[in-house]
């Protein structure tokens, strides 16, 4: 039961370089997310894909972009990394007509 | 818009001793209600959730929930607590789109 699964765990990035994050779920569900979490602030979305072919900004999308690459995947990237992306990022699914979500196990991202 | 709030950032209890964890929410008509849990290092599980029917909710590891439409809130509430449940729980909300508002988590500790 490999539910969602996010790639990479860690990452050290230095200002101005990009980077990917990689999330997939197996669970055929048609809505994704992803949300970062900093020190009391709760989780804050930043885009979400209601189902395959569509995204749409959450409330922090600046700096961000995503991909939702088919059914499983939806991939974040930052093209161009700033310290204040320093957090923890999750990624998560839900399925078609239920707003529960099914939450990965993060990316721990620094960004120096 | 809607919104949660977690009024207590730190909750010592000891083992063995009743837990209560407050949220109140703000949302314009009937919401959705979700408890998760995160534990050090690891992604949010969900502990329960409310949608409709009756008020008092049961979830996993011995927790249940109540809806109280009257005072927006869904307190948390666990009769005896043990040392495995030291971990930041997250109240969350939605409007039955599938895009979840997190509060900004409580910390309990649980003293032995």
């Known amino acids: 039961n490999a539910g969602v699964t996010q790639t990479p765990k860690f990452q050290v990035l230095k200002t101005g370089q990009s980077m990917t994050l990689q999330c997939a779920q197996d669970?055929?569900?048609?809505?994704m997310y992803w949300y970062r979490q900093d020190p009391g602030m709760g989780l804050r979305l930043i885009y979400y894909s209601a189902s395959e072919g569509t995204t749409d900004k959450g409330e922090v999308p600046n700096g961000y972009n995503v991909s939702r690459l088919n059914k499983r995947e939806f991939s974040l990237r930052l093209e161009s990394a700033a310290p204040s992306q320093t957090s923890v990022y999750f990624c998560?699914?839900?399925?078609?007509?239920?707003?529960?979500?099914?939450f990965g196990q993060g990316t721990r991202l620094t960004v120096v | 818009a809607q919104s949660v709030t977690q009024p207590d950032i730190h909750i010592t209890v000891s083992e063995g001793a009743s837990l209560e964890l407050r949220c109140n929410y703000s949302?314009?008509?009937?919401?959705?209600l979700f408890w998760y849990v995160q534990s050090p290092g690891q992604g949010l599980q969900l502990l329960l959730k409310?949608?409709?029917?009756?008020?008092l909710v049961q979830g996993i590891k011995g927790f249940e929930a109540e809806f109280k439409r009257s005072q927006s809130s869904f307190n948390l509430r666990k009769p005896s607590v043990h040392w495995s449940d030291a971990a930041e729980y997250f109240c969350a909300v939605t409007g039955g789109g599938n895009k979840l508002t997190f509060g900004t988590g409580t910390q309990l500790k649980v003293e032995l």
């Open positions: 409310y949608f409709s029917g009756d008020t």
């Open positions: 669970m055929n569900h048609n809505s």
């Open positions: 949302y314009g008509a009937t919401p959705y």
């Open positions: 998560a699914s839900s399925a078609q007509g239920t707003p529960e979500a099914f």
